[in-house]
C-alpha cells in the first residue's frame, strides 16, 4: 500500500513541479467560474438530508498550502476511498436515478466525492478549498469528482482514476461546482481548452 501511494506521489508531484510559467500560455492551474449557476438536484437533496453540511456561510476563501504532509494527507484519503467503496450506480444500489449520500461499502462517483470531502474536512482542511465539482465524460455522461483548491492550483480527487491530477490534465470538460464561500450554491465553470 505505502509503494503505491508513493508511486502516485511521484507521479503526481511530477505533473505539480511542471514549470507554471513556461505552460502560462497555454494552462492555468486554476479553474475560471463565471458565476452562479443552478445546484444538481441530487445536492439540493442532499443538502435537505444534510442540511448542517450546507447551510453555512465564510467570510474568507482559503487554499490549502500544498505540503508534503498535506500531499501524503490527501493520497492517503482518496486511495483509502477509491480501495474501500465498491462503485455501483443508484439505480442499482437504490433504485432511483439520483442520490447523493455517503456510501457504505458502496456509492457512485458524487458519494465517493462526498466522502473524499468529508474526512478532509474532518482532517483540518478548510472547507472553502474542496468543493464537488460536475464534469461530463468524452462519451457525454456526467460524473461527479472532489476538486481541492490548493497554492499550486486546482487538483482532482476521482473515483475512476487513483492519481490526483490538475483539472486540466483530466479527461473532462467541467461544468459547474459548489461556490466556495456558500457550499448550498453552485458557480459555472469556464472551460475552454
Not at 449557476?37 to 445536492?43: D, F, K, N, R
Not at 504532509?69 to 465498491?86: G, M
Not at 456510501?103 to 483540518?124: N, Q, S, T
Amino acid at each position: 500500500m505505502k509503494k503505491r501511494i508513493w508511486g502516485f506521489a511521484f507521479f503526481s508531484l511530477a505533473c505539480l513541479a511542471m514549470p507554471w510559467e513556461a505552460a502560462a500560455a497555454s494552462y492555468s492551474p486554476f479553474m475560471t467560474v463565471t458565476g452562479l449557476t443552478s445546484a444538481p438536484i441530487g445536492h439540493v437533496n442532499f443538502c435537505r438530508n444534510y442540511p448542517s453540511e450546507c447551510n453555512l456561510s465564510f467570510n474568507s476563501d482559503q487554499a490549502v498550502k500544498l505540503s508534503k504532509a498535506s500531499w501524503t494527507k490527501l493520497i492517503e484519503i482518496n486511495t483509502y476511498v477509491n480501495d474501500s467503496v465498491r462503485p455501483v450506480t443508484d439505480e442499482e444500489q437504490y433504485k432511483t436515478e439520483e442520490l447523493w449520500t455517503y456510501p457504505g461499502a458502496a456509492g457512485d462517483c458524487e458519494d465517493f466525492a462526498l466522502l473524499k470531502r468529508r474526512m478532509l474536512i474532518k482532517a483540518g482542511w478548510p472547507t472553502t478549498a474542496l468543493l464537488i465539482t460536475v464534469v461530463k465524460e468524452k462519451n457525454g455522461n456526467g460524473h461527479a469528482v472532489l476538486t481541492v483548491r490548493t497554492d499550486r492550483g486546482d487538483l482532482i480527487l476521482d473515483n475512476q482514476d487513483p492519481r490526483i491530477l490538475p483539472w486540466d490534465k483530466t479527461p473532462y470538460h467541467y461544468i459547474k461546482r459548489q461556490a466556495a464561500l456558500h457550499p448550498s450554491q453552485w458557480t459555472a465553470i469556464a472551460d475552454t481548452r
